[in-house]
């Protein structure tokens, strides 16, 4: 599994899923021929972030945060036993949990629950089947979600015809009265705050954890793949607002871009994580 110390802060990736997709899910009109053509214009990208044939690396991941008494899961995935019409997310069985109790986070010690937005594949494991009900995962957590997220998703439907995200992952705890509304620019603490990153949807939020000098940002879906750091005016097909989401890129990439920072793509296929530096008109991670 990996990991990153940040300060005094630990945060590590617990993989649900890793795998090569298609560019066209991502972005409208794109094929692999256009990904590798991109590759060539920024090569750091290749063998990490693209592969041979133009397929982006990704992985879909929970990132737990730990810093003292606090131990934070940063967007939940899929999750077991969902009724969802892709086919990779559908009616899985997998072995998150055992995985989390690996990496020395069992749920029922998990202070937190923070879902950067409440997409599908980010809020899945905020609840499991049990005896025909969807309960809590984590018992013992505060769930955080923000207002305006929340308000949104509550009245619209899902992206994916046929099934209910919100009915099964996101309803559940807020009727078990563990969530919490918050504003975009949260603190969970002095060194672990909300960053307002919105766009991709109305309240999406990144994580900064900021701790003895050192800083990092989750990014949560502000961009799915690295290759909207070396093109920031790159929008996905999820994105509920395509140029907010843009202007939040190219206000973010620049403060972040300063050699130290440690940036860690929630969706990013391993190393997962590097130092936002500018290159050209763009970005790149520097991991060495």
Known sequence: MLSWNVGNATITSVVESETPTSPRFLYK??????????AKRAPWLRPSFVNDEGYLLQKIQCLVVELGDLKIAVDTCVGNDKQRTNELWANLDGPFLADMDKAG?????????????LHVDHVGWNTRLVDGQWVPTFPNARYIFVDAEYSH????????????????S???VVDADLVDMVAPDHRLSDEIFFESTP?????????????EGDRAIITGDMLHHPMQLADPTLSS??????????ATREKMFPRWADGETLVIGTHFGTPTAGRLVADGDGFRLDWS
Not at 29 to 38: P, S, T
Not at 105 to 117: A, F, G, L, M, S
């Open 29 to 38: 009109d794109m094929g692999k021929i256009d990904v590798l053509e991109r």
């Open 105 to 117: 986070y069992p749920p029922d010690e998990i202070t937190h629950v923070v879902c950067t937005h």
């Open 153 to 168: 998703w509550r009245n619209q439907p899902s992206l994916f015809h046929g099934e209910d995200p919100f009915a099964d």
């Open 170 to 172: 996101v309803a559940p």
């Open 199 to 211: 766009g991709h949807t109305p309240g999406h939020i990144s994580l900064v954890v900021e701790s």
């Open 237 to 246: 097909m999820f994105d509920t607002d395509p140029v907010e989401s843009r």
